[in-house]
């Protein structure tokens, strides 16, 4: 044999004695007898001067072959008991280094190893579990037995109190035997919490085999809850610590590639009976893409389908399934995985400044928009007519990395996350603009000065009136007469512009003077490209 079974017994083994395994697998099965003395005898090795080989011993001989690489262990204090202490002082050591999925994300959470430990038990052990064993079988007897009997018996009597209530027996039976398997999950309570924090303190420092029971720890909790001898904060980290572990335990990372491994083959393997038991179920087809997140993680891609639905790629995409979950592969090996990492007030706010801009890029159709919080109404509001909605009440519409408290920022992360605070599409009349600056003489009287006015104009009007009939224009002068009436009227429009900024300094009677002067005056030339008939023309 190239690997050999080492096989110790309580009895010391010699100190000079060292035993060697080679690195090459086992070529033939071999069966060794139980009782085996202490000492095992390797082929092609001879037996130490000081020691006999025993008769159970098996020597097995094999052909001369070329010597091959030793792995060499080093010898065994006489003091130490073989299986039991190579067992229970086994460390655990990470093959994977850097390469495996806990080295890759450091400030995730590992979850430990379990290790079984197995020692080697005397007679007088073996005995007793046999008489243990024996008991339980006979107890499991006389339980199936006292069920049997019950069950008899309820059967008579739901079948008299059927044909006495003239109800059918599969109704009482129901009634009786009505009790749901379904149970919810086990929630974080205070008993379970304290034996959680119980466990950890008392058995911190024992070893495997000496640890206390879980049935003496929550009576030590009982004894504890009746006197009242926890208070408020213990019970509240109590809480918080099971919840801890229990997160650790569902979302930790696995320790090894090998732990990795394993559990992504057994979790790919129930989603598959489950997608095909939905399919058979309900007539639902679905199909799972499963990629290995790095390339040196040892899980193999898988593709889960149900009625033939791979298909799809091949019909629409014209892509085989196997070159899409290959494309797939490579594109997860390239992106940046983001795992949650430490929860602190600045991690909570780049979370929070990450989902607004990211949902005001999305709502808008404009990447690299920047979100404005000092000029959040004129620059986001009314420029893009887009609004953020349920901003928490309790925290102030400012830039995330300007919140103070882990709480705060705690809240407002929830509610962008949840989708309680999104940003929606406004219409036009919803978004108001700015609100105009008030006078700075609201709530003062103020002199009115209109009625004077209104009777200058009224005089300047007259005035222009009476310019015109007496000029009576000739038939020939219908352009010129026009154009002088429209200047006459400018310049009577001007004249009440002036009067009206004047009407502190000019009075009525000189501003009727000013328009009567105006009206004499030849009309000005007329600025468009009109051409004028004269009376030369008229006669031609």
Same mark, same amino acid.
């Given at each position: 044999?190239?690997?050999?079974?080492?096989?110790?017994?309580?009895?010391?083994?010699?100190?000079?004695?060292?035993p060697v395994i080679t690195s090459q697998p086992p070529l033939v099965d071999i069966v060794l007898p139980s009782e085996l003395g202490p000492t095992v005898i390797l082929p092609g090795l001879s037996p130490p001067a000081n020691s006999s080989p025993p008769l159970s011993a098996l020597f097995i001989t094999q052909p001369e072959q070329p010597a091959r690489p030793l792995m060499t262990i080093p010898p065994i204090p006489s003091s130490l008991n073989s299986v039991a202490t190579l067992s229970s002082t086994r460390v655990f050591v990470d093959t994977g280094g850097a390469t495996s999925f806990a080295g890759r994300h450091p400030l995730k959470d590992v979850q430990e190893p379990r290790f079984r430990v197995r020692g080697s038990k005397t007679d007088a052990a073996k005995l007793h579990e046999a008489v243990k064993v024996a008991e339980r079988a006979e107890k499991a007897s006389n339980l199936r037995d006292g069920v049997d009997a019950i069950v008899k018996s309820q059967d008579s009597e739901i079948k008299e109190l059927s044909e006495r209530l003239c109800v059918t027996e599969k109704t009482i039976r129901n009634l009786v035997n009505g009790e749901t398997h379904y149970k919810k999950r086990c929630e974080p309570n205070t008993f379970n919490a304290l034996v959680h924090?119980?466990?950890? @303190?008392?058995?911190s420092d024992l070893g495997p085999g000496d640890r206390h029971t879980l049935k003496d720890i929550q009576e030590t909790v009982r004894h504890g809850m009746d006197n009242d001898a926890f208070s408020k904060s213990h019970i509240s980290e109590a809480m918080q610590m099971l919840k801890d572990s229990r997160e650790v335990r569902t979302m930790g990372s696995r320790s090894s590639n090998t732990t990795a491994y394993a559990d992504a083959r057994a979790m790919a393997a129930s989603i598959t009976d489950k997608i095909m038991n939905l399919g058979m179920r309900t007539g639902v087809t679905g199909?799972?893409?499963f990629a290995k997140g790095h390339i040196h993680d040892d899980f193999a891609d898988t593709i889960v389908q149900f009625n033939d639905s791979a298909t799809f790629f091949l019909d629409v995409f014209n892509m085989?399934?196997?070159?899409?979950?290959?494309?797939?592969?490579q594109w997860v090996c390239n992106q940046k995985q983001n795992f949650k990492v430490p929860d602190n007030l600045q991690t909570a706010q780049n979370e929070c400044a990450t989902l607004i801009k990211r949902g005001l890029c999305m709502i808008t159709n404009i990447p690299n928009l920047g979100m404005n919080y000092l000029n959040y109404r004129t620059s986001i509001v009314q420029k893009h007519h887009v609004q953020l909605l349920g901003w928490p009440a309790g925290i102030p519409f400012v830039n995330p990395h300007q919140l103070t408290t882990t709480t705060t920022a705690r809240e407002l992360q929830k509610a962008l996350t949840v989708s309680t605070c999104k940003w929606v599409d406004i219409e036009g009349g919803q978004s108001t603009g700015k609100k105009r600056k008030q006078r700075s003489d609201k709530g003062k009287k103020r002199k009115h000065t209109m009625a004077t006015n209104d009777k200058e104009d009224q005089e300047d009007e007259?005035?222009?009136?009476?310019?015109?009939?007496?000029?009576?224009?000739?038939?020939?002068?219908?352009?010129?007469?026009?154009?002088?009436?429209?200047?006459?009227t400018a310049a009577g429009n001007k004249s009440k512009a002036a009067g009206t900024s004047r009407k502190s300094k000019v009075t009525p009677s000189a501003a009727k003077k000013a328009s009567r002067i105006l009206g004499t005056?030849?009309?000005?030339?007329?600025?468009?490209? @009109?051409?004028?008939?004269?009376?030369?023309?008229?006669?031609?």
């Open positions: 044999m190239d690997l050999c079974l080492l096989i110790h017994s309580p009895s010391p083994t010699p100190s000079n004695h060292v924090m119980a466990s950890n @303190e008392m058995n199909i799972a893409l085989e399934a196997v070159d899409v979950c290959s494309k797939f592969q007259e005035d222009e009136d009476d310019n015109q009939e007496n000029e009576r224009p000739g038939p020939t002068k219908k352009h010129k007469s026009a154009a002088s009436t429209k200047r006459s005056l030849p009309p000005a030339a007329p600025k468009s490209n @009109e051409f004028i008939d004269t009376e030369e023309e008229s006669d031609g």
